[in-house]
């Protein structure tokens, strides 16, 4: 008789309490999703978080630099959820920065009438592109802006520490908060996402994220191991 174990993956904070008891195991992307789990009495429960391809990201980080306008970036779902708004009235709120940097967008539209939010011709909406285009917009941008209400471990984020592209990095990941404080928005501190942009992008440098941790060349066959010894506890 064959012993079966269901094992459940959760990347992102907005998922469906119910029926979570049911599994063998849970695995989930970031420190945040483990220490909701956690609360909620679920005891066996792996942090394991979202892999990166490492040898792809740094073939594109060899790629030479546009001459065009620089811009900054946002690629995710287009939705108030993930503080595209927010992003957009920020811009074109700043002193400087909108007249440096074009606003680039990239991602599905879940905003009804999306397209009336983009009348300053120094604002781009791509919509869905290939994976290929994304990692290249980031390495070509001079910042990726993640104003999201709410996340895991958004893989962009990594995607883009892992090409060395500053990045403002949405609150509520301790991983972020731990290795790179300083890129996290945090306007509860009386600095809002307007002034954020005002400021020298360099400063949003994560040099200090253990990013190799992430890198999927090992990933695969460590996290087999871990949730075999995990579910066998």
């Known amino acids: ?129 290939e994976r290929k285009i994304v990692l290249e917009t980031i390495q070509q941008s001079s910042l990726l802006v993640l104003p999201s209400e709410s996340e895991g471990m958004p893989r962009v984020a990594l995607e883009a520490i892992g090409l060395g592209v500053p990045t403002i990095l949405p609150r509520g990941i301790p991983e972020f908060d731990t290795f790179c404080r300083n890129c996290v928005l945090d306007e509860d501190n009386g600095k809002p996402l307007s002034a954020m942009l005002d400021e020298p992008f360099h400063r949003y440098l994560s040099k200090d994220f253990p990013i190799n941790d992430y890198d999927s060349a090992h990933y695969c066959d460590e996290l087999a191991h871990s949730v075999y010894k995990h579910v066998s506890l």
């Open 1 to 129: 008789m064959l012993n079966i174990q269901s094992v459940l993956d959760i990347r992102d904070r907005f998922y469906h309490e119910g029926g979570l008891k049911a599994y063998d195991s849970i695995i989930c992307a970031s420190q945040n999703i483990y220490l909701d789990l956690r609360s909620r009495g679920l005891k066996k429960v792996l942090l394991k978080s979202v892999p990166i391809d490492l040898s792809e990201i740094r073939a594109v980080a060899r790629l030479s630099r546009s001459e065009a306008k620089p811009f900054i970036l946002f690629v995710g779902v287009v939705s108030h959820g993930k503080g595209v708004l927010k992003l957009i009235e920020s811009y074109k709120a700043t002193k400087t920065c909108k007249e440096n940097f074009n606003l680039v967008i990239i991602g599905p539209s879940h905003i009804k009438n999306f397209d009336e939010y983009l009348i300053e011709r120094n604002i781009e909406y791509l919509g869905v592109v």
